[in-house]
């Protein structure tokens, strides 16, 4: 049978560009996911997008489902034969309803036990059917972060859809969706060929478009911007300002990109250039250009959606309207000048963090005691600077820029700061601070924003759970996650030690009156929700689970520590003779479950040679492992460690550890104890699966 090529193109209103991307994704997702559970075969799936439509094809579709066995379980055996082994009339009747002789009725294994059942070929459907019946509620599945409904439908999309192309083999897959009939009619660009028109399959779709003004290839609209848009700028002897975010969100913004250039005032130059660039590209979307040395200019790209007649009308638009937000700008950042930005903390105290956690100036209370306690320990010399960045790091939500662009905190407060004559370390803090903001964002350079970063987001994370703020499932509303990743980052990249446990408690006692939780609830929640951060950051960078999850069993308060025995027994985990030497471990760890801790061992209990010779192993081992477990150098410790392979073999081949002589027993325990403590100086043992396991 021929393949044939299925097209789906769903037309609707403008959908918002940062809609779009995560649509096709999820589109795509579900297409795939729906011919796979049909038993349909296909080739390759694509997807493109505009702003108005978006659109799957997939090649090589299969006309029919794949013919495929199955089996239909009947009554036990034990209903199905009598005494006499002859079929009953539960059998007879369970074959005349599936349509085959009672002859055909086979014995299979089922978690129920024994059963009758039959096996059948079942053919294929038509692919059409099987998608006509499927696609209302594919595209009801399409996932965007709002949808709406329109008229009095109840079907639910980003925005009101106004057509549907669905083609199998250039034949119409018919269905409904809310008030739209699927069909073969397409339509162009909205303003320049907003007519109907026929297609029969993609490229007949693509060219067609083409012909009306629409790029129907993303990638082909990005270039188009980026390549124009350089050119535009290079006749003035200046480059579009690198903004891969900007650049996504114009490539959806619009179906045929025609980017002009225009200019502003210079004098608007004396703003700060983040205020400059984040005006242009969030109140108009325009690119921001840079001189050779990296400087912004007054110049902007705007990239229209049709071509225009006279550009010249055009780009006096676009000035119009710049200048006006530019002004704006202007106002708020002169008004913010009139005073220091320390004098705003007092403001904060009219700003609510949280209900149940006070104002937001009571937070910058805490969390500034947390940041000069961690500062006294680790840099002593920054005190003053990490106690003033975080008095100062969030007063610029009290000022007017941050209150036109939100986006800006941190950044206009490090500027103001400058400005102020703060030293250079607490201005650049109070940018660092919200660092890192999201997932592969950079990380805080300095100790002093560092640590400031560090103690907002605990006070965040031990605020919230001591309120019952706790994430559950998918909703993190607080961003709790994103602050105990971000603790965990900022220390391995600082390569500080910072006790987690100690600073949770410091957290917790400031945060007393408030807590609605008891304590120790509080901080053992707190600690678990850290520790599973840590385990899911490891695990996602490629260690195993088994490594991570046995380091953490052992201990993770110190993130730093944990970080370098996670690479120490991944690293030892490589060793060819690594499944012989932790099989020993593992004995002695397991052995120690349940058992009371009676303290150290007598020698003089010792009877066998076995005991002696472990002992006096175990003696020498510790003596050369534990300076350098102190040191941090946990891949020469496991070398030491692993010395105790054989007595430890040796041991178990030779002593009886669970005697009836009680004496004896409990001074065995506790020199296998004594060596699981020195294991556990690294990780728990017991949890390290074999490396055949990964193999």
């Given at each position: 049978?021929?393949?044939?090529?299925?097209l789906?193109?769903?037309?609707?209103?403008?959908?918002?560009?940062?809609?779009?991307?995560?649509?096709?994704?999820?589109?795509?997702?579900?297409?795939?996911?729906?011919?796979?559970?049909?038993?349909?075969?296909?080739?390759?799936?694509?997807?493109?997008?505009?702003?108005?439509?978006?659109?799957?094809?997939?090649?090589?579709?299969?006309?029919?489902?794949?013919?495929?066995?199955?089996?239909?379980?009947?009554?036990?055996?034990?209903?199905?034969?009598?005494?006499?082994?002859?079929?009953?009339?539960?059998?007879?009747?369970f074959?005349?309803?599936?349509?085959?002789?009672?002859?055909?009725?086979?014995?299979?294994?089922?978690?129920?036990?024994?059963?009758?059942?039959?096996?059948?070929?079942?053919?294929?459907?038509?692919?059409?059917?099987?998608?006509?019946?499927?696609?209302?509620?594919?595209?009801?599945?399409?996932?965007?972060?709002?949808?709406?409904?329109?008229?009095?439908?109840?079907?639910?999309f980003?925005?009101?859809?106004?057509?549907?192309?669905?083609?199998l083999?250039?034949?119409?897959?018919?269905?409904?969706?809310?008030?739209?009939?699927?069909?073969?009619?397409?339509?162009?660009?909205?303003?320049?060929?907003?007519?109907?028109?026929?297609?029969?399959c993609?490229?007949?779709?693509?060219?067609g478009?083409?012909?009306?003004?629409?790029?129907?290839?993303?990638?082909?609209?990005?270039?188009?911007?980026?390549?124009?848009?350089?050119?535009?700028?290079?006749?003035?002897?200046?480059?579009?300002?690198?903004?891969?975010?900007?650049?996504?969100?114009?490539?959806?913004?619009v179906?045929?990109p025609?980017?002009?250039m225009?200019?502003?005032?210079?004098?608007?130059?004396?703003?700060?250039?983040?205020?400059l660039?984040?005006?242009?590209?969030?109140?108009?979307?325009?690119?921001?250009?840079?001189?050779?040395?990296?400087?912004?200019?007054?110049?902007?790209?705007?990239?229209?959606?049709t071509?225009?007649?006279?550009?010249?009308?055009?780009?006096?638009?676009h000035?119009?309207?710049?200048?006006a937000?530019?002004?704006?700008?202007?106002?708020?950042?002169?008004?913010?000048?009139?005073?220091?930005?320390?004098?705003?903390?007092?403001?904060?105290?009219?700003?609510?963090?949280?209900?149940?956690?006070?104002?937001?100036?009571e937070?910058?209370?805490?969390?500034?005691?947390?940041?000069?306690?961690?500062?006294?320990?680790?840099?002593?010399?920054?005190?003053?600077?990490?106690?003033?960045?975080?008095?100062?790091?969030?007063?610029?939500?009290?000022?007017?820029?941050?209150?036109?662009?939100?986006?800006?905190?941190?950044?206009?407060?490090?500027?103001?700061?400058?400005?102020?004559?703060?030293?250079?370390?607490v201005?650049?803090?109070?940018?660092?601070?919200?660092?890192?903001?999201?997932?592969?964002?950079?990380?805080?350079?300095?100790?002093?924003?560092?640590?400031?970063?560090?103690?907002?987001?605990?006070?965040?994370?031990?605020?919230?759970?001591?309120?019952?703020?706790?994430?559950?499932?998918?909703?993190?509303?607080?961003a709790?996650?994103?602050?105990?990743?971000?603790?965990?980052?900022?220390?391995?990249?600082?390569?500080?030690?910072?006790?987690?446990?100690?600073l949770?408690?410091?957290?917790?006692?400031?945060?007393?009156?408030?807590?609605?939780?008891?304590e120790?609830?509080?901080?053992?929640?707190?600690?678990?929700?850290?520790?599973?951060?840590?385990?899911?950051?490891?695990?996602?960078?490629?260690?195993?689970?088994?490594?991570?999850?046995?380091?953490?069993?052992?201990?993770?308060?110190?993130?730093?520590?944990?970080?370098?025995?996670?690479?120490?027994?991944?690293?030892?985990?490589?060793?060819?003779?690594?499944?012989?030497?932790?099989?020993?471990?593992?004995?002695?760890?397991?052995?120690?479950?349940?058992?009371?801790?009676?303290?150290?061992?007598?020698?003089?209990?010792?009877?066998?040679?076995?005991?002696?010779?472990?002992?006096?192993?175990?003696?020498?081992?510790?003596?050369?492992?534990?300076p350098?477990?102190?040191?941090?150098?946990?891949?020469?410790?496991?070398?030491?460690?692993?010395?105790?392979?054989?007595?430890?073999?040796?041991?178990?081949?030779?002593?009886?550890?669970?005697?009836?002589?009680?004496?004896?027993?409990?001074?065995?325990?506790?020199?296998?104890?004594e060596i699981a403590?020195?294991?556990?100086?690294?990780?728990?043992?017991?949890?390290?699966g074999?490396?055949?396991?990964n193999?």
């Open positions: 049978m021929t393949t044939r090529e299925f789906l193109e769903i037309g609707t209103e403008e959908i918002p560009a940062s809609f779009v991307k995560p649509a096709l994704s999820s589109a795509s997702d579900l297409l795939q996911n729906l011919l796979k559970a049909s038993w349909i075969g296909h080739g390759e799936v694509r997807t493109f997008a505009t702003p108005r439509r978006l659109i799957l094809t997939v090649a090589d579709v299969e006309p029919l489902q794949a013919a495929r066995e199955i089996e239909k379980t009947g009554p036990p055996v034990s209903a199905a034969y009598d005494e006499k082994g002859n079929f009953t009339k539960a059998a007879v009747g074959a005349r309803s599936q349509g085959v002789d009672v002859s055909e009725l086979v014995v299979v294994k089922t978690l129920r036990g024994e059963q009758v059942a039959v096996r059948k070929v079942e053919e294929g459907r038509p692919t059409v059917d099987v998608l006509a019946e499927a696609l209302p509620g594919l595209m009801d599945r399409i996932v965007f972060p709002k949808t709406m409904r329109w008229m009095d439908l109840d079907a639910r980003a925005r009101p859809v106004h057509w549907i192309v669905a083609l083999g250039g034949e119409i897959v018919p269905f409904t969706f809310g008030n739209i009939q699927s069909g073969n009619m397409s339509r162009g660009h909205r303003f320049m060929h907003p007519e109907s028109f026929p297609v029969t993609f490229e007949d779709l693509r060219s478009l083409e012909q009306r003004g629409v790029i129907l290839d993303q990638e082909t609209r990005k270039r188009i911007i980026r390549e124009k848009a350089g050119e535009l700028a290079a006749r003035e002897g200046v480059h579009v300002l690198d903004d891969a975010e900007l650049l996504e969100e114009v490539t959806y913004l179906e045929s025609h980017p002009i225009g200019k502003f005032q210079s004098e608007f130059l004396e703003l700060p250039a983040s205020i660039v984040t005006c242009m590209k969030k109140h108009q979307r325009y690119f921001s250009v840079q001189d050779s040395e990296g400087r912004i200019r007054n110049w902007f790209i705007a990239v229209n959606n071509p225009v007649k006279d550009a010249n009308v055009s780009i006096r638009g000035q119009r309207v710049l200048k937000r530019l002004e704006d700008a202007r106002f708020y950042f002169l008004e913010d000048r009139k005073e220091p930005l320390v004098s705003r903390l007092e403001a904060l105290k009219g700003v609510v963090f949280h209900s149940k956690l006070g104002t937001a100036y937070k910058v209370e805490r969390f500034t005691i947390l940041a000069r306690k961690m500062a006294e320990m680790l840099a002593p010399d920054r005190v003053h600077e990490v106690e003033r960045a975080s008095m100062l790091c969030k007063c610029d939500l009290e000022t007017g820029i941050v209150y036109e662009f939100p986006e800006l905190q941190g950044i206009i407060g490090s500027y103001y700061a400058r400005m102020d004559g703060e030293p250079e370390a201005a650049t803090a109070i940018r660092e601070h919200y660092l890192p903001a999201y997932a592969g964002d950079d990380l805080p350079e300095g100790i002093v924003g560092a640590l400031v970063s560090i103690a907002d987001r605990i006070d965040t994370i031990v605020g919230c759970f001591s309120v019952g703020l706790i994430p559950t499932g998918a909703a993190d509303p607080y709790l996650r994103r602050n105990a990743l971000g603790i965990i980052q900022i220390l391995i990249n600082l390569g500080h030690p910072v006790d987690l446990a100690w949770t408690r410091e957290a917790g006692a400031l945060l007393a009156a408030k807590r609605t939780r008891p120790e609830d509080v901080f053992s929640d707190v600690m678990d929700f850290i520790k599973t951060r840590f385990i899911n950051f490891h695990t996602s960078r490629g260690f195993p689970l088994d490594v991570v999850e046995a380091v953490v069993r052992a201990r993770c308060d110190d993130p730093v520590d944990a970080r370098r025995r996670v690479e120490a027994l991944h690293e030892w985990k490589q060793r060819d003779d690594f499944d012989s030497i932790v099989i020993g471990f593992k004995r002695v760890v397991n052995i120690l479950r349940g058992m009371p801790d009676t303290g150290p061992p007598s020698l003089e209990l010792f009877e066998s040679d076995g005991e002696r010779k472990l002992f006096s192993a175990f003696k020498s081992v510790s003596e050369r492992a534990l350098l477990i102190a040191r941090g150098e946990y891949a020469k410790a496991l070398e030491e460690i692993a010395e105790l392979k054989s007595p430890i073999d040796n041991f178990f081949d030779d002593v009886m550890v669970m005697v009836d002589v009680e004496d004896l027993r409990t001074n065995r325990l506790a020199l296998l104890r403590k020195l294991f556990g100086n690294v990780a728990d043992f017991s949890f390290i074999s490396t055949a396991e193999k």
